[in-house]
C-alpha cells in the first residue's frame, strides 16, 4: 500500500505484547498544532487547501483505488502529517480494518475520537467507508475554521488572500460529508470531484444540516449560513465572527 498522501511505513517491530511500527519522519509535525491553541505558526487558506484535498485523495485511494478496502477509523488532525513541502499526509493506521470491495468489514465496537465519530457508528458499532467520510467532513471544518468542534465559524489566521468560492464550497462540503444521514454523505471519489473542480456540488437546501451545527458545536450555524447565503456575502458573514 502506498500513496503520496499516506505517511510512508518503513518497518514494524514486536516486544512482548506491544507491537511498534516505524514511519517515515515527517518534519513539519502533524496538522492540529497549525490550528488550535493559538499556535506559532499558522497555514494560509492555499496550504490548508492543499492538505484537504492530500487526505480526500489519501481516503480515495484507501476506500476505492487498493486492492482491498481500507476503513481508517481514525481520521483526525493530529493523524494528518505534514512533509517538508507541507503535503497532508495520513497516518495512524492503528485502529483500521480491511474488507472485500463490496463489503463491510465487521466491526461491533464502537472505535475512534470522540468529536469526529459518525452518529450511525456510536449506534451500531459498525463502521463503514461512510463512517470515515464523516470524520473527514468534521476535519474539513475544523481545517477551514481553526478550532476543535468550530466553536466559532472563523480562523483570522486564513491570511488576507483567499479564494471565497473556494472557501465556500469548503464548507459545503465538510457540512454534507458530516451529515447525520449517512446515505446523504458523498463518497470520497465525488468529495475529489467536488474539491476538484470536475464535478458541482449538490443543492444542499434540502438537507437539514442544523443537526450538524448543533452536534459539531458550530456556532450561529455554519449550516444554516452556508443555506441562506450566497457567494461572497456568506463567506464574509463566516470570516467575520471572531474568537
Excluded at 468534521?138 to 477551514?144: F, G, S
Excluded at 481553526?146 to 466559532?152: A, Q, S
Excluded at 458523498?186 to 442544523?210: E, K
Aim: a negative charge; aromatic letters at 6%; glycine letters at 10%.
Amino acid at each position: 500500500m502506498s500513496h503520496r498522501n499516506l505517511v510512508p511505513l518503513l518497518g514494524y517491530c514486536r516486544r512482548k505484547d506491544e507491537l511498534l511500527l516505524v514511519y517515515d519522519y515527517m518534519p513539519n509535525g502533524s496538522l492540529d498544532k497549525y490550528l488550535y491553541n493559538g499556535p506559532e505558526v499558522t497555514l494560509d487558506w492555499k496550504q490548508r487547501f492543499k492538505v484537504i484535498k492530500g487526505v480526500a485523495s489519501a481516503l480515495f485511494y484507501l476506500h476505492e483505488d487498493w486492492e482491498q478496502v481500507v476503513i481508517h477509523r481514525d481520521v483526525k488532525a493530529s493523524n494528518v502529517l505534514l512533509d517538508a513541502e507541507l503535503n497532508g499526509r495520513l497516518g495512524d493506521f492503528g485502529l483500521a480494518r480491511l474488507c472485500g470491495h463490496g463489503s463491510d468489514p465487521l466491526t461491533t465496537h464502537v472505535a475512534g475520537t470522540w468529536g469526529y465519530l459518525a452518529p450511525d457508528h456510536i449506534r451500531t458499532g459498525k463502521a463503514t467507508t461512510a463512517t470515515d467520510v464523516f470524520a473527514f467532513g468534521v476535519l474539513v471544518l475544523e481545517v477551514a475554521c481553526g478550532r476543535r468542534n468550530i466553536l466559532d465559524a472563523k480562523d483570522p489566521n486564513l491570511g488576507a488572500e483567499y479564494d471565497q468560492s473556494e472557501v465556500e464550497m469548503v464548507l459545503k462540503v465538510g457540512l454534507l460529508c458530516s451529515h447525520s444521514d449517512p446515505h446523504a454523505r458523498p463518497t470520497m471519489r465525488q468529495v475529489l470531484n467536488y474539491l476538484n473542480g470536475d464535478a458541482m456540488l449538490p443543492d444542499l437546501s434540502p438537507l437539514d444540516l442544523r443537526g450538524n451545527g448543533m452536534m459539531l458545536g458550530i456556532h450561529q450555524g455554519v449550516g444554516e449560513l452556508v443555506m441562506s447565503k450566497g457567494g461572497s456575502s456568506m463567506v464574509d458573514s463566516i470570516l467575520s465572527v471572531g474568537r
